[in-house]
């Protein structure tokens, strides 16, 4: 069935390095997605998203790949911090009207050694 | 603050029990979602409301109901609870219109643990 996941669980990370969340989505109609941040004890929230019809989007120390053709998504964090030490979600939708819905992937938990 | 509001925060019920938990939305949204994330677990979608009318449903339960209010408030109601409905329930909140950007970003509330006993 359809599916958006993730390669790893989890993943440590020294502070000040780069990190890379992987994500692997099997529905070739999904055109829009995003990546979320889930910390302890909270809702999730928006780091950034990508629409199909682009390769990468870049904001601040957090960059988006997208490689349809093997429909996979990745998260880039640099120089990563104690505070980005979290619970990422990938998550993805579809153009229908009447289906804006996000459907998630099970996440990589995130730890920055410091 | 993401501006999407849930109570209560925490709720202990016993099994067979009834619980409404209420979201109220980010100002001007239109659509509300709510998620259920159980331990360690991914967000799973429930329901979807969109200006006071169901718009896509998931993988929810026959005990469990939703609605929008003309105010664009949204309840989820769970009945006849069961020890596996322990989660956090999640509600967001989004314009509703992806518009030409094609875009739909979720806001969510901080969530409303359940504990069934």
Redesign the interface.
């Known amino acids: 069935g359809e599916s958006v996941g993730l390669h790893l669980p989890t993943l440590s990370v020294q502070e000040g390095d780069n990190s890379i969340i992987n994500c692997a989505y099997s529905n070739s109609a999904s055109?829009?997605f995003?990546w979320?941040k889930q910390e302890s004890g909270?809702?999730?929230?928006?780091i950034i998203?990508i629409?199909s019809n682009m390769d990468k989007r870049q904001g601040q120390r957090v960059t988006v790949l997208l490689n349809k053709t093997v429909k996979h998504l990745s998260l880039q964090i640099a120089a990563t911090q104690p505070g980005d030490s979290a619970v990422y979600?990938c998550?993805e939708?579809r153009?229908n009207f009447?289906?804006?819905?996000?459907?998630?992937?099970?996440?990589t938990r995130l730890t920055i050694i410091p | 603050d993401s501006g999407v509001t849930q109570t209560p925060k925490h709720l202990i019920t016993a099994t067979g029990q009834r619980v409404t938990l209420r979201c109220s939305p980010r100002s001007g949204d239109l659509s509300v979602y709510w998620y259920q994330q159980s331990l360690d677990q991914g967000l799973q979608f429930l329901i979807q409301y969109y200006n006071g009318e169901e718009r896509a449903k998931g993988n929810i339960l026959e005990r469990f109901s939703a609605q929008q209010f003309p105010d664009l408030h949204s309840e989820l109601n769970l009945s006849s609870l069961e020890l596996g409905d322990s989660a956090l329930y999640f509600c967001a909140s989004s314009a509703g219109d992806r518009g030409w950007t094609g875009a739909n970003v979720l806001t969510f509330g901080a969530g409303s643990r359940l504990t069934v006993l």
């Open positions: 055109d829009y995003i979320y909270k809702g999730p929230q928006f998203d629409r979600f998550a939708s153009s009447g289906n804006e819905k996000l459907t998630f992937g099970t996440g």
